[in-house]
């Protein structure tokens, strides 16, 4: 079962623009983490956010935690093609949850030349 | 490149039969999670290894089972292939059993037909 469902699945903007992508999910997590893929290979971490953080930044991304209504957003700003790729968030719920991460079903992004 | 390994690369199989998926983890890490990834979906858990014991199982049926060795390397073994088990297979290495940062490697696909 997927625990965060993305929003939007898919997005095209031109380089330059800003990317926005959402996540909502359903338990209490100890953090929440985003990651990039390209073309259905290997995942590549990208940022971590605790469950007592509120935004965080690492470059030109910028991610933020509202646990009061179990949602994140991930936004990259300033584009640029090599941003193609598919974002997923993943939830961490701790060792009681079974050791795992819960991924949601990803965003889809086109970045434009 | 993230330093995790994965062999081999592409394989087919046909219904019924048995596949072993084999991963090298990153230097330093001693703890390894496979996922399974549907084509257009989020990963989804299928077990974690920490020191040769597993630490945390998805809901996946006994036919799929693993190991981990004394070099933290790991195999993924599936039994009685069906048609559904095609997907794309990956593993992430990490430190100490946490799921703080998983560092990927680029997965095997496995057609099953």
């Known amino acids: 079962s997927q625990q965060g469902e993305e929003d939007p699945q898919a997005l095209s903007i031109q380089e330059g623009e800003n990317a926005t992508m959402n996540c909502s999910y359903k338990t209490s997590i100890n953090n929440l983490q985003w990651y990039r893929q390209n073309s259905g290979r290997g995942l590549v971490h990208l940022i971590l956010i605790r469950s007592n953080e509120r935004e965080k930044h690492s470059g030109r991304l910028r991610v933020t935690l509202d646990t009061s209504k179990k949602s994140s957003s991930l936004l990259i700003t300033a584009s640029r093609a090599a941003d193609t790729a598919s974002y997923f968030c993943?939830?961490?719920?701790?060792?009681?949850?079974?050791?795992?991460?819960?991924f949601g079903g990803g965003t889809r992004v086109l970045v434009k030349p | 490149e993230t330093g995790v390994t994965q062999s081999p690369t592409h394989l087919i199989k046909t219904r019924g039969q048995q596949v072993t998926l084999r991963c090298s983890s990153q230097s330093g890490h001693n703890t390894v999670s496979w996922y399974q990834q549907a084509l257009g979906q989020g990963p989804q858990f299928i077990f974690q290894?920490?020191?040769?014991?597993?630490?945390g199982r998805g809901n996946f049926p006994p036919r799929f089972s693993g190991l981990q060795f004394p070099n933290y390397s790991s195999e993924l073994n599936v039994n009685a292939l069906e048609l559904d088990d095609s997907a794309l297979y990956l593993c992430?290495?990490?430190?100490?059993?946490?799921?703080?940062?998983?560092?990927f490697g680029s997965g095997t696909q496995l057609s099953v037909l």
């Open positions: 993943a939830t961490d719920e701790g060792e009681a949850a079974g050791n795992k991460l819960t």
């Open positions: 992430a290495s990490s430190q100490a059993a946490t799921n703080e940062k998983l560092f």
């Open positions: 290894y920490y020191r040769e014991e597993e630490n």
